[in-house]
């Protein structure tokens, strides 16, 4: 007994392997391909500069783009700049792709940079004042 004909078969196999290629990974659907880095400093007011581009002033919260390791730099007049980096590491939730996504979910999860996290999630600069006398000699 034919359940389905040979036609709609392969219709459902399309649309099964469409779904599946459409799919996103688990940390695709979790985190995104973005993290919120939280920014402050003592004194206040600094500005932030990510990858050298003007991102924002502290106190704040920037979000950042998990593809990449990126560079920030902090400055405020009269302060010795600030600077470190957040640096990307797996995401836990890419394991996820284990039970639920497969190989697809992976893949997605890779192309979209939603594979990795940044560290730190937190930055806070204690700026140092630029000491004058040492200026002048």
Not at 85 to 92: I, K, P, Q, S
Request: proline residues 7%; aromatic residues 6%; glycine residues 12%.
């Amino acid at each position: 007994m034919k359940i389905l004909g040979p036609k709609t078969r392969q219709v459902l196999c399309l649309w099964i392997a469409a779904t599946l290629l459409m799919m996103p990974g688990c940390a695709t659907l979790v985190s995104g391909d973005r993290q919120n880095i939280r920014f402050t400093s003592t004194p206040q007011g600094a500005q932030i500069a990510i990858d050298s581009v003007p991102s924002g002033v502290t106190p704040t919260m920037i979000p950042v783009g998990t593809e990449n390791d990126h560079s920030y730099t902090l400055t405020l007049d009269g302060y010795e700049p600030a600077f470190g980096v957040l640096t990307r590491d797996y995401n836990g939730y890419v394991l996820g792709n284990i039970l639920l996504g497969g190989g697809i979910g992976l893949i997605v999860d890779l192309i979209s940079g939603a594979a990795w996290e940044l560290t730190p999630e937190f930055v806070h600069a204690q700026l140092v004042p630029i000491d004058e006398t040492q200026d002048g000699a």
